[in-house]
């Protein structure tokens, strides 16, 4: 169920944001893309019931890492 609600989600959100994003990459204004990208990061894994745990941020120091877990 949390699928069928997540895809719903998806495809209004990317209807309604199509001229948006386009009219940004357009006139070169990222600010709304990066906004949106959050957006949709923050709610699919909460829809999903994914549950996070993060450990070690006080390390990271303001860096811009990308981190990857091998799928077992």
Do not use: H, N
Not at 12 to 26: D, E, K, Q
Not at 34 to 49: D, E, F, M, S, V
Request: proline share 6%; glycine share 6%; charged share 15%.
């Amino acid at each position: 169920m949390r699928t069928i609600i997540l895809l719903f989600l998806s495809v209004l959100i990317t209807l309604i944001l199509i001229p948006v994003l386009l009219f940004c990459y357009v006139f070169r204004c990222s600010q709304p893309i990066i906004w949106a990208g959050k957006q949709t990061l923050r709610i699919a894994p909460k829809i999903l019931g994914i549950r996070l745990d993060i450990d070690g941020v006080d390390k990271i120091e303001g860096k811009s890492l990308i981190f990857s877990c091998p799928i077992t």
